[in-house]
Every structure is written in structure tokens, then in C-alpha cells.
């Protein structure tokens, strides 16, 4: 990582901060998204999200593709993401594993500092990969792999061990209620209290080593509905060096049904999370139609 690079819009911010005003339009946080393998239809997803984190104004967003899958040759060679230009890395990736090399630039840029932002699949990935499963907490692992959290009602974050309890898995797709359980972190201040995402997969049993991990919000996975009868995390967020790494497990895109990533919670959710793992602070307000008691859904035309 650039660390010249990472200072400049510190320091701006500080001259800024003094002199009372906001930061300028040139200021925009470079984000890469990762694709090109996925149980997903990440063909559909990426690009509703890359045109809703531009259309904040906060971002400019480019793309990597991976080679496809069982690629042989030259392609993963030339896989070599340059993490170190970008303020904030959100991965759409749920495949083979990297070459080792780029594993390796991931934990080195995420640890000097750069931000990580791991959405729905992507925290299915790289089981084999001890780093990865530190950066994200919790991952879709079976119950052996490692503990599991959840929320009680009364708001105590509860640690099931390894091998007691569920893997991972959700039900049947639908809309749900999102509860913030941290009112004060900078993703989620001013948002409502509960708010109503668009149908979705409701993950639950998420496993991992959830070492310094963070809950921001939850959804009750209902056992009627295919659930656990408890609290499930949804938002999270845990340090990773000097890095910020910002997990959510909303956002399913299969057979070109994208309505959960165009849920308007989902993208500030999304937005504002990439924000704050990119500098540690969320300038970007919460718009006036984010979900309340019902869905909503953003205009067809951003998707
Ligand atoms: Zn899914």
C-alpha cells in the first residue's frame, strides 16, 4: 500500500475540518469490486452496485474479474488486483481460491490500512484460507469449523462453540426486519431502530474464529421460515491491522432477480459501510427513502 497515498486525504480532511467545510468532489474513495466466479449470479449484481456506490457521489468504482473457473494457463497469472490504489476493496467472490501471491496482497493491504467490504457470497469463499476467515469473522462453514454468534433479545451478543448447534444455511427467500444493535457506529447512527429489507436469503449459523467482531445489526431467522428461532448477525464489522474490514450477508442476486440489492437499506447499508472501511468515518446521509416499516426498493433506473 501507498501509505503517501493514503495520507493525502487524511491531511486534506484535517485542512478541511479546520476551515469548516466539507470535503471536495476530487476527493472521491477509490473502490475496487472483485468478481468473476460466484454460486451467484454476479454477472447481474455488480454492476446495480457499482452504479448505486457512484451514484453517492463518494466513489469511483472499477472492476477485476477473476479468470472463470477451471482456467488453465496463463489467465491466473495475470490476475494481479493492484489493491494499493484503491481506498476500499468489496468482493462479489465466491470461487476458487487465489493464487497465494494475491492472498498475500490482500492481508498486506487490508493490515497497512485499506479497507475490505465482503457482501452476501462472498463470505462463503476461501475456507482454506486462515486470513481471509480472521478478515471476515464469520463464514459460511459447516458446525465444525469454528464458533457461531448470535444476538439474544435482550441485545447480548451469545457464542455457541464449534460443533454444538447449526451450520450454515437460511430459508425459503423473503423480506425481513432489520434490527440495528449498534445505534452509535458511524454505519449505522441515525438509522431506524428496525427497518424492513426486500425479499432475500436470511443467512443463519455463520461460523468462523469472530475474533474482535462487531455487530452492527441483526434479523430474527424465524424457524417457521426455514430459521433458527434466534438473532441472527447480519452487519458486522472487526480490525484487521490497521484495516477495516465491513461484512454484510444481505444482498442474494440469482437467475437476475437483483430486488435485494436494490432494497435502499441494502445500498446505504453497502455505501455507507465501504465508507467507513475505507477512512473510519460515514459522511454520506441516510436518504429520506430508506426503509422504514415497509420495503423500498431504489428507482428501476439505478436498479
Ligand atoms: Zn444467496
Given amino acids: 500500500m501507498s501509505l503517501s497515498r493514503r495520507a493525502f486525504p487524511l491531511a486534506v480532511a484535517a485542512i478541511f475540518a479546520i476551515s469548516g467545510s466539507s470535503l471536495q468532489a476530487a ?42 473457473q477451471k482456467t488453465t494457463g496463463e489467465s491466473w497469472k495475470a490476475f494481479m488486483p493492484e489493491f494499493s490504489k484503491y481506498d476500499v476493496v468489496l468482493s462479489n467472490y465466491n470461487g476458487e481460491p487465489w493464487p497465494e501471491r494475491v492472498q498475500k496482497a490482500l492481508e498486506t493491504y487490508v493490515a497497512d490500512g485499506g479497507g475490505l467490504v465482503v457482501v452476501h457470497a462472498a463470505n462463503n469463499a476461501f475456507e482454506g484460507w486462515p486470513a481471509w476467515n ?4 464469520l463464514g459460511w462453514r459447516g458446525p465444525q469449523f469454528g464458533d457461531r454468534v448470535t444476538i439474544a433479545d435482550s441485545g447480548k451478543v451469545v457464542r455457541t462453540p464449534k460443533g454444538e448447534g447449526p451450520g450454515s444455511g437460511h430459508g425459503p427467500q423473503h423480506a425481513y426486519t432489520v434490527v440495528t444493535r449498534d445505534a452509535d457506529h458511524p454505519v449505522t447512527k441515525g438509522m431506524p431502530a428496525s427497518w424492513m429489507h426486500a425479499k432475500d436469503e436470511l443467512y443463519h449459523g455463520q461460523r468462523g474464529p469472530a475474533k474482535d467482531m462487531h455487530i452492527l445489526a441483526s434479523a430474527f431467522s424465524a424457524s417457521e421460515k426455514g430459521g433458527t428461532g434466534t438473532n441472527e448477525p447480519m452487519i458486522w464489522v472487526i480490525p484487521y491491522g490497521k484495516g477495516r474490514v465491513f461484512t454484510t450477508v444481505m444482498g442474494h442476486v440469482g437467475g437476475g432477480d437483483i430486488t435485494a440489492i436494490r432494497c435502499v437499506g441494502f445500498q446505504t447499508v453497502v455505501a455507507r459501510g465501504s465508507e467507513w472501511a475505507a477512512t473510519g468515518k460515514v459522511t454520506l446521509p441516510i436518504p429520506k427513502n430508506f426503509p422504514k416499516d415497509e420495503v423500498s426498493l431504489a428507482p428501476s433506473e439505478t436498479k
Fill in 134 to 137: 480472521e478478515m471476515i469473522g
Fill in 27 to 68: 476527493d472521491k474513495l477509490k473502490l475496487l469490486i472483485i468478481d468473476g466466479q460466484n454460486n451467484h449470479d454476479w454477472k447481474a449484481m455488480t454492476p446495480p452496485m457499482k452504479a448505486a456506490l457512484e451514484a453517492t457521489g463518494r466513489f469511483t468504482v472499477d472492476v477485476a474479474t477473476t479468470p472463470h
